[in-house]
């Protein structure tokens, strides 16, 4: 998702732009009771509440053929206000498994018009792949395992060596991954359990 340090990296445009690619995944589970795989096997509102999981989504809305827009919260950066917004695909591979994937984001800004030009600008020179795969194991558990990769170009106007970029943005993006994956497990469980 964007935060405002990529943002930041992304100003400026220069000839001598640098790429570095952040991959982090990890994996949870949880012990679930026979109601809640029943209702995850079973239930159509399934898809959506596995998209609702993260605490930074504010509003869904379907689009039919398995796939949903996610509005994140809006954040803010000098001068303008950002909202995310993501396209996801969930397609169940079987009754006890469900893949979502990122097939599209953007962006809305408000703000100046010279200031949202470059926050747009900033976001086409990003990449994100990111998939969470959902499924329930012959021992009772719900597992959830995330992979996410992404790419920026960086201006090589940025006084900071592209190692240090690279070292300091993975061990940041695996670190919110690894929060994302225990907020997103414990809230289906929570939200969903229905032998609870």
């Given at each position: 998702m964007m935060t405002w340090f990529r943002v930041f990296f992304l100003l400026c445009p220069s000839d001598a732009l640098r790429q570095v690619t952040w991959t982090a995944g990890g994996a949870l589970s949880a012990p679930v009771s026979?109601?809640?795989?029943?209702?995850?096997?079973?239930?159509?509102?399934?898809?959506?509440?596995?998209?609702?999981?993260?605490?930074?989504?504010?509003?869904?809305?379907?689009?039919?053929?398995?796939?949903?827009?996610?509005?994140?919260?809006?954040?803010?950066?000098?001068?303008?206000?950002l909202r995310p917004i993501f396209t996801l695909r969930c397609a169940r591979k079987d009754a006890s498994e469900i893949v979502v994937?990122?097939?599209?984001?953007?962006?809305?800004?408000?703000?100046?018009?010279?200031?949202?030009?470059?926050?747009?600008?900033?976001t086409k020179a990003m990449d994100t792949h990111s998939t969470s795969k959902w499924t329930i194991r012959d021992q009772g558990e719900l597992a959830c395992e995330v992979l996410v990769e992404s790419n920026i170009q960086i201006p090589g106007w940025i006084p900071i060596p592209t190692k240090v970029i690279?070292?300091?943005?993975?061990?940041?993006?695996?670190?919110?991954?690894?929060?994302?994956?225990?907020?997103?497990?414990?809230n289906v469980v929570a939200n969903n359990d229905r032998g609870a």
């Amino acid at each position: 998702m964007m935060t405002w340090f990529r943002v930041f990296f992304l100003l400026c445009p220069s000839d001598a732009l640098r790429q570095v690619t952040w991959t982090a995944g990890g994996a949870l589970s949880a012990p679930v009771s026979p109601s809640f795989q029943r209702w995850f096997t079973e239930d159509p509102s399934v898809p959506e509440a596995l998209v609702a999981a993260s605490d930074s989504v504010s509003e869904i809305l379907p689009l039919g053929n398995d796939r949903f827009e996610a509005r994140v919260s809006t954040t803010t950066f000098p001068l303008v206000t950002l909202r995310p917004i993501f396209t996801l695909r969930c397609a169940r591979k079987d009754a006890s498994e469900i893949v979502v994937t990122l097939e599209d984001q953007k962006m809305e800004v408000e703000g100046p018009a010279w200031a949202t030009n470059i926050v747009l600008a900033a976001t086409k020179a990003m990449d994100t792949h990111s998939t969470s795969k959902w499924t329930i194991r012959d021992q009772g558990e719900l597992a959830c395992e995330v992979l996410v990769e992404s790419n920026i170009q960086i201006p090589g106007w940025i006084p900071i060596p592209t190692k240090v970029i690279q070292d300091v943005g993975q061990t940041s993006v695996a670190k919110q991954i690894d929060s994302d994956i225990t907020t997103m497990l414990n809230n289906v469980v929570a939200n969903n359990d229905r032998g609870a």
